[in-house]
């Protein structure tokens, strides 16, 4: 019964979204004529805020924020574990400075949510053309950060499974090197309540959980990368214990004590 309630709620959800997302995007569409930058931001960022708001009336998901006092004033490089959808809609509404994503461009080809994220500041990216695709996030991310905004990377790429870990790739830590900016890891454990892949949201809380910003100058992106993959995994396993071996948990407990 629970999961039949749960796949109502969800529906009621989506279809939220679906009619929600349309006026929007049409208004995004039309003030962008006259108007870039971050009044278009904001008003996309209506949206996302709108849906989150949705997700915690309609299905019951709820957010814990740890650390947001760590957020620094100054312009870093965002690396989140990435698991659904969630963290993707909340963080521009929970960050203090206008984000920048890095993304694949066929994303700009989704009716009415496309075409509007093509009217904002991000940096859209040809994944089959690697060299090309390095050097457009370097270029355009120096640009947007001089700006104030952050860039924000997922290291592993794809969304991975609630207790599992994808391939930490070090493009985020390349481009902060390469910029002189530092690097903020964030813990987030949205599989928790919205699976990757899943339409089907569970009632619950999301722990989203900053970290320390690590300064990149004199570093090595692989080396780095590690730094921040091993910050993450073990503050995932410290707020999802559930999800993760005893063995895990009780490892990265140790090293939290050291």
């Known amino acids: 019964m629970a999961t039949f309630f749960c796949a109502v709620r969800s529906a009621l959800f989506v279809l939220f979204m679906a009619v929600t997302v349309v006026p929007w995007a049409l208004a995004v569409l039309v003030v962008s004529i006259f108007a870039r930058g971050d009044t278009v931001y904001r008003l996309c960022v209506g949206w996302l805020t709108l849906s989150i708001w949705g997700a915690k009336v309609i299905c019951g998901v709820h957010a814990r924020l740890h650390g947001m006092e760590r957020l620094p004033d100054y312009p870093v490089v965002l690396l989140p574990k990435h698991q659904s959808t969630w ?118 809380v999301i722990d989203l959980s900053v970290g320390h910003p690590i300064e990149s100058s004199g570093r090595e992106p692989d080396e780095l990368m590690r730094e921040v993959e091993t910050w993450i995994e073990a503050e995932m396993r410290r707020l999802d214990p559930e999800a993760y071996p005893a063995s895990e948990v009780a490892a990265a407990a140790g090293a939290s004590k050291a």
């Open 87 to 204: 963290e993707t809609f909340a963080f521009p509404g929970l960050m203090p400075h206008p984000l920048c994503y890095v993304f694949k461009r066929e994303l700009l080809y989704i009716p009415f949510f496309g075409w509007a994220m093509a009217r904002m500041d991000m940096i859209h990216i040809d994944r089959s053309k690697r060299s090309q695709a390095w050097n457009l996030v370097a270029e355009q991310g120096r640009k947007f950060m001089e700006k104030g905004h952050w860039v924000i990377m997922f290291p592993e790429g794809t969304r991975a499974a609630r207790g599992g870990r994808g391939v930490y790739k070090a493009g985020g830590t390349r481009l902060a090197i390469t910029t002189g900016r530092p690097v903020l890891p964030v813990a987030v454990t949205s599989a928790r309540c919205w699976p990757r892949k899943s339409f089907i949201l569970r009632p619950g």
